[in-house]
């Protein structure tokens, strides 16, 4: 008698109880996974995130060169729509032109702007590099638009936007100069 009233005041888990924490541990688990796969893919985007920073800088860089060079008057460092030689709206990238100045009308369409990586050696430098062209792997595209600044003369506004993708991002980045008529 002894033994059955010990027996019933033992307690312990059901299966039913194991069953639903099961399935709470299991959910946990998924919504971890989902999480860690969302983190590297997002990583993954750090390439492209660099290069769209740089190939904005790049664009600042020679209309700066361009001005200082004396390349391009003031008076050209404008949008077309502004009688200037930079064209509107986003524009693939490309190889300059003999002008040196990126996204004007005479960019070199034949030659598009691509990185190297190193092949399956491992090793950059060598005949099985690989060659990706930035407008196709990334889709990417770079705005310059220039403003004259309302109340400001002989300086402009240069707004460099490059949008690109990157796995199941689609990404933008901006950078903003300011440049004047003197160099």
């Known amino acids: 008698m002894r033994n059955a009233k010990e027996r019933a005041a033992q307690k312990g888990f059901t299966l039913l109880e194991t069953m639903v924490a099961l399935v709470v541990l299991g959910i946990g688990l998924i919504a971890l996974a989902a999480m860690l796969a969302g983190s590297m893919a997002?990583?993954?985007?750090?390439?492209a995130d660099f290069i769209a920073?740089?190939?904005a800088s790049e664009a600042v860089e020679s209309i700066f060169t361009a001005r200082d060079t004396q390349a391009v008057t003031?008076?050209?460092i404008q949008n077309v729509s502004s009688g200037g030689i930079f064209l509107d709206g986003p524009?693939?990238?490309v190889d300059p032109g003999p002008d040196g100045v990126v996204d004007t009308a005479d960019d070199n369409?034949?030659?598009p702007d691509t990185i190297i990586k190193p092949g399956p050696d491992g090793i950059l430098g060598?005949?099985?590099d690989i060659q990706i062209q930035l407008s196709v792997y990334y889709n990417m595209k770079r705005t310059i638009t220039i403003t004259n600044i309302a109340g400001e003369v002989g300086v402009r506004q240069i707004v460099v936007?490059?949008?690109?993708t990157t796995g199941t991002f689609n990404r933008t980045y901006?950078?903003?100069?300011f440049i004047s008529q003197y160099s």
């Open 74 to 76: 003031y008076a050209q």
């Open 109 to 111: 369409a034949a030659a």
């Open 174 to 177: 901006t950078l903003t100069s």
């Open 53 to 55: 920073q740089q190939k």
């Open 161 to 164: 936007t490059v949008t690109y």
């Open 91 to 93: 524009a693939n990238l």
């Open 126 to 128: 060598t005949a099985d």
């Open 42 to 47: 997002y990583m993954n985007s750090s390439q």
